[in-house]
């Protein structure tokens, strides 16, 4: 006789009918096969209920969660049966309507894959078949160059910047997901981003916060997660909400910026254990291919310790890395960040060389844009704006300068009495040396806020002139700074300007022209400083890494278009991106033959459909490798869920689908960011026909509310994004087999008239066409 499998069920208290139909369900079970315990069976008068819970699952074979609601508690539970080792069951009601937020918003539970049902026999019966299922495999290998996790917001706060600048102080590296990058985090990567590291870091959002409720649940895996695991894990929030009682002991509350350097201080203690001690891991059976491989994440910044092992040097790098390039374009996941940090990483390994890397959050930009607008004179928000970039890259220089140099100017004479110089001068006037960036550049924002509230009084409305701006920012003797700032680079080699993110977290609404003022004037900034510092023989090369979207708006709207030494980092070639996955493949876990097809046989069926099965996929990454790496890893994690021993033709479906819903997500925030009347553009084209005219496409957009003189920009926008593409000469063409000129597609249309027009087979999935 088969021994009893002990289950225990979690689920949501609301609403009622769910645990009705759950504890109908359990009273139908073959008791001599299964005994499953639900959460209101326990006997917890006067016990703490979250610790008795966990006690229940961590002794029980298996865990059942459902999720037709998602609630903190049961996604927590989750989360922490999975750390445990546990095999863990999803169910989900059909008859209970989907409340915010929903499992496609926040992601995680869809990729997991879960039961739907309708009554208790259904739900029994699926009971039944628990011997049926797998345990969840958790990696094991450490990742000790980046060993700290952070889950970030939608928005970078000054809460959330102080979060990451005092993991920064506390010299940990560390990978993080960012909803602006990817906008829904996959349960495969959730539980290989915390079984790799040391430590996670979780913020919590109050419930008023846009997307809090969408972080928390995904919080709240991810606290489940690491806490099984046994991972250090820090849980933190800006005030008393909004943690549930149940798990209130687990969270820490701030209320003072000197509260967080605290919480993180003792979190970076609790890291530098786990470094010392022999880390604990669940005893684990021999890895197959599939299992053991690492992609890399598709995020450059989450692997930036391990990218130049396996980054593939274009010739874009190569250009940027010889100073050739003062603007890298291209599209968000083709990977302008990856060349960032290679520049960066390559250039600052020269001991002489000053290598500013500067990522200005949006958030930032945004809120100084608001406050300059609120007291300037007509016409000189231009000159503000430059004026500002300009003291902020020569305070940067400065502060790079005093970093770089701090011991070694004590042993060398030739710079000791010039860093002193320059030490006195920057540290003058109580300006603000701690912190990262953005902490600095906060604080030179509320400086001269506070200013002009003291000169001209909190309701004040004066519109000042550039004398009166120029006076109320400057903390320092500019021209001294940068008399001083010369010299002393003098000595040195090269000075590498480098920006990122600049493009990154603007309103939703859209750009507006003034956004786009600020992005020239840094740019014009940093030639200012170029030419001052070649004038005494100092070398400067800049890069500013945008999107094109925005260098195009850029160009249009601003003076001086395509002066700019400008390289343009667009994917046409498949076979690129098939080396891009070999390098990556090759570094990970490879013996024997190394071209591409031998590797790709091991790790994907070959045909899909009838299709070669790595062109099916790259057809649909809209030639991004950010993308083309999350569908490989969607596919991926479904194979080794089910315990495939390669991606088979199943795994690729379900991988398909559930790349489609991120992708749409994706493509819907980079169209809103760039117009504000698109919000949601896409989801026009849910049920409709794959082939379509151009009057279908327009009916589809008014029906959805676009007004008629928005159409032909919503059009442009569909076909620069790739969502549509033409038929051309009885094949569908897409803006990268354009070469991502759309002069040239619109040629394209005009020479053929009744054109048709086809949706990406992309988004087929998540928009329900067939």
């Not at 290989?192 to 972080?215: E, F, K, T, W, Y």
């Not at 009838?610 to 996929?617: R, T």
């Not at 991004?624 to 495939?644: E, G, T, Y």
């Not at 795994?651 to 489609?660: H, N, R, V």
């Amino acid at each position: 006789m088969s021994e009893v499998k002990n289950g225990f069920y979690v689920f949501p208290v609301q609403p009622f009918p769910i645990g009705q139909t759950i504890e109908s369900a359990l009273a139908k079970l073959n008791r001599s096969k299964v005994n499953i315990q639900s959460w209101t069976e326990m006997d917890i008068v006067g016990s703490f209920i979250a610790s008795e819970v966990l006690q229940s699952i961590d002794e029980s074979d298996f865990v059942v969660a459902d999720i037709s609601v998602l609630n903190f508690n049961v996604t927590y539970e989750a989360g922490f049966a999975i750390g445990k080792g546990k095999k863990l069951l999803l169910t989900k009601n059909k008859s209970i309507r989907e409340q915010s937020p929903s499992i496609r918003e926040v992601g995680i539970f869809d990729t997991l894959g879960y039961r739907e049902y309708q009554n208790s026999d259904e739900l029994a019966a699926f009971l039944n078949q628990h011997d049926s299922f797998k345990c969840i495999n958790v990696p094991n290998k450490i990742n000790t160059k980046s060993p700290v996790y952070l889950l970030e917001g939608m928005y970078r706060t000054d809460w959330a910047t102080r979060i990451v600048s005092r993991i920064k102080k506390a010299r940990y590296l560390f990978r993080s997901f960012d909803p602006n990058e990817q906008p829904r985090l996959s349960a495969s990567d959730a539980i290989s981003q915390v079984a790799q590291s040391h430590g996670v870091v979780i913020p919590l959002l109050s419930n008023g916060d846009d997307g809090g409720d969408i972080n928390n649940m995904r919080a709240a895996f991810l606290a489940g997660l690491s806490h099984g695991l046994g991972k250090a894990t820090c849980m933190i929030q800006n005030g008393e909400e909004p943690v549930p009682i149940d798990y209130r002991d687990l969270v820490t509350a701030t209320y003072h910026p000197n509260d967080i350097n605290e919480v993180i201080a003792n979190f970076a203690g609790d890291v530098a254990e786990a470094f010392q001690r022999d880390f604990v891991l669940l005893p684990k059976a021999k890895e197959t291919f599939l299992q053991s491989l690492e992609l890399g994440a598709s995020s450059a910044e989450n692997e930036m310790r391990t990218l130049q092992n396996y980054y593939l040097k274009t010739d874009q790098f190569l250009k940027s890395l010889r100073g050739e390039a003062n603007i890298v374009v291209g599209r968000k996941g083709a990977g302008k960040s990856a060349i960032f940090l290679q520049v960066r990483d390559k250039e600052r390994n020269k001991k002489d060389n000053i290598v500013l890397d500067l990522k200005p959050d949006g958030y930032k930009l945004i809120k100084f844009k608001e406050l300059i607008l609120s007291f300037l004179e007509e016409g000189t928000f231009q000159h503000t704006i430059m004026a500002f970039w300009e003291y902020v890259l020569l305070l940067e220089i400065c502060y790079k300068i005093l970093e770089a140099d701090r011991e070694q100017h004590i042993h060398d004479h030739n710079l000791y009495e010039p860093y002193r110089k320059l030490a006195e001068l920057y540290n003058a006037d109580g300006y603000v040396t701690e912190g990262d960036f953005s902490e600095r550049m906060s604080a030179l924002m509320e400086k001269i806020s506070t200013e002009y509230r003291s000169k001209y009084g909190e309701e004040s409305s004066v519109r000042l002139s550039v004398p009166n701006i120029t006076e109320m920012l400057y903390s320092h003797d500019v021209k001294t700074l940068s008399s001083l700032v010369i010299d002393y680079m003098k000595r040195k080699d090269t000075c590498w300007l480098l920006f990122d993110n600049i493009d990154k977290g603007w309103p939703t609404s859209g750009l507006q022209h003034e956004d786009l003022l600020i992005i020239r004037a840094l740019i014009d900034a940093t030639k200012k400083i170029e030419r001052q510092f070649s004038r005494s023989n100092v070398a400067v090369n800049t890069i500013v890494f945008l999107r094109n979207d925005v260098y195009e708006l850029l160009v249009q709207e601003t003076s001086d278009r395509g002066k700019e030494a400008k390289v343009l980092l667009d994917w046409t070639d498949p076979d690129l991106l098939r080396e891009l996955v070999r390098l990556r493949i090759v570094y990970s876990n490879a013996n024997g033959d190394n071209s591409f097809e031998a590797l790709w046989r091991r790790l994907c069926v070959s045909h899909y459909k009838g299709e070669e099965s790595s062109q099916f996929l790259i057809e649909r990454s809209l030639m991004r490798p950010r993308f083309l790496l999350n569908l490989i890893s969607q596919c991926k994690s479904f194979a080794i869920n089910l315990n495939h021993e390669q991606i088979k033709e199943d795994d690729i479906t379900k991988g398909l689908e559930a790349y489609s819903t991120d992708l749409l997500t994706d493509i819907s925030y980079e169209i809103t960011d760039i117009s504000r009347n698109a919000e949601d553009v896409l989801y026009a084209f849910i049920g409709c026909t794959a082939k379509l005219t151009r009057d279908q496409i327009n009916e589809n957009l008014v029906e959805h509310g676009i007004e008629k003189e928005s159409l032909d920009n919503i059009f442009e926008l569909l076909l620069w994004y790739g969502f549509i593409g033409v038929e051309h000469q009885g094949e569908v063409k897409y803006i990268f087999d354009f070469n991502y000129s759309m002069k040239l597609m619109e040629g394209v249309m005009k020479k053929n008239t009744g054109t048709m027009f086809n949706i990406n087979p992309a988004f087929w999935p998540s928009l329900m066409i067939d």
